[in-house]
């Protein structure tokens, strides 16, 4: 449960679920069938953000920012509306250095 306190969320509960082929869109209002499932497009924004800038932006050796497309044009043609996964930074995986 996130308070939206700036705190960690707190873990209510935990479990496993198989879900076999089915979307995100489909299996979380049956699994979860009281709320009102909203999608918070703030949240998704931010987390394609970081994908974007990882794709799309370099910097040079004196820091200056170079773009390979908008990203507005860039989220547009790529991401589905509504409920769907992302990445964060604690869920990406990364290679060693």
């Not at 705190?7 to 679920?17: D, F, H, I, Q, Y």
């Not at 170079?66 to 990406?92: K, N």
Request: with cysteine; net charge negative; charged share 30%.
């Amino acid at each position: 449960m996130d308070h939206e306190d700036g705190e960690k969320p707190e873990e209510l509960a935990s479990w496993g679920v198989f879900l076999g082929m089915a979307s995100y869109a489909e299996v979380v209002p049956r699994l979860f069938a009281w709320p009102d499932v909203q999608v918070h497009e703030e949240t998704y924004e931010n987390a394609e953000y970081d994908q974007y800038e990882a794709e799309c932006v370099i910097y040079d050796n004196e820091g200056d920012r170079f773009v390979a497309e908008d990203f507005a044009e860039w989220r547009s043609g790529r991401f589905a509306q509504g409920l769907r996964p992302y990445a964060t930074a604690s869920t990406r995986w990364t290679s060693g250095g």
